[in-house]
């Protein structure tokens, strides 16, 4: 079992930043990636960013150039560093741990954080 805890989200005006964290806990051996997924009210949850264990990062075209996935192995930490946000990345943001083949699949989440980008 894997727990994770988000932390860093908060209220930002439009061109500011924010950097959320996501320490986990405990062991899986079937994980190899860790991802952040967003939900914006009234819309789907989507998977903003992810990055494997070996370092190899996507984002979502909406994010390319602003956002940053990073972790820190020792540390059990993964982190999304938000630039020049905009009111649409307005959402409640998970941490998710799972594993990726030949798709990403979720298994474990964060409970989630409010980002809110007032314009």
């Known amino acids: 079992q894997v727990q994770l805890v988000e932390s860093g989200g908060g209220l930002v005006q439009a061109g500011g930043s924010l950097r959320l964290s996501c320490a986990a806990s405990?062991?899986?051996?079937?994980?190899?990636?860790m991802a952040w997924y967003r939900q914006a009210p009234g819309k789907q949850r989507e998977l903003v960013a992810r990055?494997?264990?070996?370092?190899?990062?996507w984002y979502v075209d909406s994010v390319k150039g602003r956002f940053t996935i990073s972790r820190d192995n020792a540390k059990n930490t993964v982190f999304l560093q938000m630039d020049r946000l905009k009111p649409e990345d307005t959402a409640v943001y998970y941490c998710?741990?799972?594993?990726?083949?030949?798709?990403?699949?979720?298994?474990?989440w964060g409970q989630g954080t409010q980002v809110t980008v007032s314009s």
């Open positions: 998710t741990a799972g594993s990726f083949g030949w798709r990403y699949s979720p298994r474990y």
């Open positions: 405990g062991s899986d051996f079937s994980i190899n990636t």
């Open positions: 990055i494997t264990n070996g370092g190899s990062t």
